[in-house]
């Protein structure tokens, strides 16, 4: 009996670890999450109930020690060494210089092949393998001294407890980096600011902060990973001649490698591994701050050997910094396009991410709550790849007295309109509408672009003369402008004048999806204008359903509202909302009719009336689970064979699709006598 069980157990235990190799290294998972689950738990339960089959290696195994008082200091036996820095293209070179001249290389045509890695930024690790078994991991302490963390890498999963494969070192000791992905840092801090407990800055201390807890439970709760990317000793097995065909073993021994690594030739191609891993910074589901460069030919390392604590043979190539410090003068309010007003940080200028930024959003007024900023403050700005430079995070300590709390104003700087904020909303918005000259030159702005009615020539600076001038005061006013006008603008003359007027003239031949799309409604992009536009044809219709679908106060439910509007593939209540009060409101209606007066047209589009499906003109109304179909997918279905959907039971609703659990939504269809489907009657009505 026991010998099946032991056989179980065993085939569990490599079942497992092959997972968890083809999900850590080879990055290709097989089997989803919950299967995984499923035989670990299977394998618990065995080896509960038969403690005696229990081995150190086995998955089951990762978190067992109990909480230790403090870490043991462990001793390397080969120094865990940091790198060098360097910081530009002269730099690089010059370390490629002393390379070649330590391997007294002339030929100047051979460039030396380095291996480049992206250097993560998390906290290195040194992990040791006996036979295959993990035996010890310690931190990196001052390179010579670590502290034993054993117990907390024995609970990272991408760390493997048993080498794979036959033909393993006697020792192994290998060196890496543990990382927080940052999904997981951005979960972990979103739950732990909503239990009110401490946040962490950035993955690295998170990372760190979890290996260095004395309870090894509480580094399991962290989500963890780890790289691994060189060897401080290897005892019973023959090295290579590379540093690239070594990390190749290490992956076959399910040690997870950087799948970005690379061979690279000379200093060229690093710097075109270097641009083209910094391209893909951003995305990448880790933070790394800069490129290394090492040199790949072991015997060539051996040559170069080190000086003081750095090897000579390697290099870190430092992205620039995306956090700077700096102090925050003013705090002003800027109005957007749809009126929202967002604070933005006026800062003693700062070099940060590559270019020299003097001001910073600080989003809206929650965030600058939360984030608890005044003026004077000493703060972080962060400019992480092409996105928008932000105040990250005040210094606390280095606040002046008296720093000027940050309110925000009661009209708007632009126009002196009121300032209100609609619950739920994190964002307050100026009323103006087209008054504002700050909505206005945005709408405008948006209005003639490329993807709008497209009208070249017409740039940012020319609409705010002309609306400084009066003359531009809506849209609609574009159609009436004259080459003289134009002409008179700074920097015009009577030939681009004469160029912009034909610009917009030709403009006038739009399409209703440009059309809609150039409004500048709330929420309606390019996709959803287009969207509208095949479904409506007209714009007379979409006008019209849009007043049917105006909230009554018996529709208090947000499902049920615009049914009109939510028919159409992507608009959901939130969008049809906006463009509901957008076309409510009688001045943009007023504009619409200016622009159509002035010329602006376009063909209707044809709308695909599709043969009236067999459910045409009738509504339903769905509860319960459905057997075989999510309620999403039947109302598709209902949807398009012409009926309707609606989420509440009334005198008009034709039949109810009932699964199980329906509840209250039946008792009513049977109080009024509405007809009750399964779903598969629904399918054979279908
Ligand atoms: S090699 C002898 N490779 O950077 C070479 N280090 O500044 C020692 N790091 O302590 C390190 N990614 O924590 C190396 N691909 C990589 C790395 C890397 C991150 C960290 C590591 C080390 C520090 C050195």
Redesign the pocket.
């Known amino acids: 009996m026991n010998d099946t069980r032991a056989a179980r157990i065993a085939s569990l235990r490599a079942e497992l670890d092959e997972h968890n190799y083809r999900y850590y290294v080879l990055d290709d998972p097989q089997i989803p999450d919950a299967d995984y689950d499923r035989l670990f738990r299977e394998l618990q339960a065995l080896e509960t109930e038969y403690p005696e089959l229990i081995s150190p290696e086995s998955p089951t195994q990762r978190v067992g020690a109990q909480p230790s008082g403090q870490f043991a200091t462990i001793q390397h036996s080969v120094p865990m ?3 060098s820095n360097c910081f530009n293209e002269q730099e690089l070179a010059e370390f490629d210089g002393r390379v070649r001249k330590g391997l007294e290389l002339t030929d100047q045509a051979s460039a030396v092949v380095y291996v480049g ?4 930024d998390g906290t ?1 690790v040194s992990v040791r393998y006996e036979d295959g078994l993990l035996a010890r991991a310690a931190t ?1 302490g001052d390179g010579r001294n670590g502290e034993d963390i054993t117990a907390n890498v024995r609970t990272i999963r991408a760390v493997p407890l048993k080498l794979r494969g036959a033909d393993l070192p006697h020792v192994l000791e290998v060196r890496g ?1 543990v990382y927080m992905p940052l999904k997981g840092f951005r979960a972990y801090n979103e739950r732990a600011e909503a239990a009110g407990e401490k946040t962490f800055v950035n993955p690295r201390n998170a990372a760190a902060g979890a290996l260095r807890q004395l309870d090894p439970r509480l580094t399991a709760a962290r989500p963890l990973a780890a790289y691994f ?2 060897w401080g000793v290897i005892e019973g097995w023959d090295l290579p001649e590379t540093h690239s065909e070594l990390l190749k073993q290490f992956r076959f021994w399910g040690l997870p490698v950087n799948p970005l690594i690379e061979q690279v030739e000379g200093v060229e191609g690093c710097l075109d591994y270097y641009a083209r891993v910094g391209d893909r910074r951003a995305n990448l589901a880790y933070e790394i701050d800069g490129i ?1 460069y090492k040199v790949d030919r072991l015997d060539w390392r051996e040559t170069l050997g080190f000086v003081s604590r750095a ?1 000579r043979w ?1 290099i ?1 190539h430092k992205f620039p910094a995306e956090e700077a410090m700096t102090i925050l003068q003013d705090v002003e309010f800027q109005v957007g396009r749809t009126g929202a007003i967002t604070p933005v940080a006026r800062l003693e200028p700062v070099f940060v991410g590559g270019v020299t930024v003097s001001n910073a959003t600080l989003h809206n007024m929650d965030e600058v709550r939360r984030k608890d900023v005044r003026i004077g403050d000493t703060v972080v700005v962060r400019r992480a790849g092409d996105v928008i430079p932000e105040v990250a995070r005040v210094i606390p300590d280095k606040r002046p007295a008296g720093a000027g709390v940050v309110t925000m104003p009661m009209t708007c700087p632009v126009c002196d309109s009121e300032i209100v904020r609609l619950e739920g909303e994190a964002v307050a918005r100026c009323t103006g509408g087209l008054i504002c000259q700050a909505q206005l030159h945005g709408a405008l702005v948006h209005f003639v672009s490329r993807r709008a009615m497209d009208i070249e020539g017409l740039g940012e600076k020319l609409i705010s003369q002309l609306i400084a001038s009066g003359r531009l005061r809506s849209p609609a006013d574009i159609f009436t402008l004259t080459v003289d006008e134009v002409a008179g603008m700074e920097r015009m003359a009577q030939k681009s004048g004469q160029n912009l007027i034909d610009a917009i003239e030709r403009s006038k031949q739009t399409s209703l999806a440009r059309f809609l799309y150039s409004l500048g409604i709330r929420e309606v992009g390019e996709s959803t204008a287009q969207a509208l536009a095949s479904h409506f044809g007209k714009l007379a219709d979409l006008i019209e359903a849009a007043e049917q679908d105006l909230p009554t106060a018996g529709a208090e439910k947000t499902k049920d509202r615009y049914p009109r509007l939510t028919a159409v593939p992507d608009v959901g209540t939130i969008v049809a909302g906006h463009i509901c009060s957008f076309l409510h409101e009688p001045h943009n209606r007023a504009i619409i009719e200016r622009l159509q007066a002035c010329g602006v047209h376009w063909p209707d589009v044809d709308v695909k009336q599709d043969a009236p499906g067999p459910l045409q003109g009738k509504t339903f109304v769905i509860t319960g689970t459905l057997p075989t179909m999510s309620r999403d997918e039947a109302k598709a279905l209902i949807q398009k064979a012409g009926g309707k959907v609606s989420g509440s039971v009334s005198g008009k609703t034709d039949f109810v699709v009932a699964g199980e659990a329906a509840g209250s939504k039946l008792d009513k269809a049977e109080a009024l006598g509405v007809a009750v489907l399964t779903e598969q009657d629904l399918k054979a009505m279908l």
Do not use: F
């Open positions: 060494l940091s790198l890695e992206p250097k993560l290195a990196r980096e990317y060189g290394v090897p390697a870190a």
